[in-house]
């Protein structure tokens, strides 16, 4: 849950770090994640909700290297289908649905702020970068490339 790993929840439901941030220039980025988990914490997601709204948002047809994006949105779709049935089944009132897809933009920004400061911090210190843990280079080397300075 978001009370372990790194972050805590306060008995007033602001998510605070509990580990120094000392990222330069960072703060942007940290602010909106804080804010995203502030936000969707307020909505009191079922661990349910949470992994199928994780799931649909992993699943996202618009990513510019797929090669199949209209199987990839038929699998998303199933998936909203499945998230507001799992939202009914509680007697939710509250249309929650529309509140979670409210948050993608927020997400979208908040990748594009990482992967910025990803840029920025592989052209600072290459030599790091080029040493980040293998899954970390997998996720993000669609989007930045681990060269070698020095090969060019």
Same mark, same amino acid.
């Given at each position: 849950?978001?009370?372990?790993?790194g972050?805590? %929840?306060?008995?007033? &439901?602001v998510?605070?770090? &509990?580990f120094p941030?000392?990222?330069?220039g960072?703060?942007? @980025?940290?602010?909106?994640?804080?804010?995203l988990g502030?936000?969707?914490?307020? @909505?009191?997601l079922?661990?349910e909700? @949470?992994?199928?709204f994780?799931?649909?948002?992993? =699943?996202?047809?618009?990513?510019?290297w797929?090669?199949e994006s +209209? $199987? #990839? %949105?038929? =699998?998303q779709? +199933?998936?909203? #289908?499945?998230? %507001?049935? *799992?939202?009914q089944?509680?007697?939710s009132? *509250?249309?929650?649905?529309? $509140?979670?897809? &409210?948050?993608?933009p927020l997400? +979208?920004?908040?990748?594009? @702020?990482?992967?910025? $400061?990803? *840029?920025f911090?592989?052209l =600072?210190?290459? *030599?790091?970068?080029?040493n980040?843990p293998p899954?970390?280079k997998?996720?993000f080397?669609?989007e930045?490339?681990? &060269?070698?300075p020095?090969e060019?």
């Amino acid at each position: 849950g978001w009370g372990s790993g790194g972050a805590r %929840q306060s008995s007033d &439901s602001v998510v605070s770090p &509990s580990f120094p941030l000392s990222c330069s220039g960072c703060d942007d @980025l940290i602010g909106a994640i804080f804010e995203l988990g502030r936000t969707l914490c307020r @909505l009191q997601l079922s661990d349910e909700e @949470l992994a199928l709204f994780t799931a649909a948002v992993l =699943l996202s047809p618009d990513r510019p290297w797929l090669t199949e994006s +209209k $199987k #990839v %949105q038929k =699998l998303q779709d +199933k998936i909203y #289908v499945a998230l %507001q049935h *799992e939202i009914q089944k509680k007697h939710s009132t *509250e249309d929650k649905l529309s $509140k979670m897809v &409210s948050k993608l933009p927020l997400m +979208k920004t908040i990748c594009n @702020l990482h992967l910025d $400061k990803l *840029e920025f911090f592989r052209l =600072l210190h290459p *030599e790091t970068a080029m040493n980040f843990p293998p899954l970390y280079k997998e996720v993000f080397n669609s989007e930045l490339q681990y &060269s070698d300075p020095r090969e060019s």
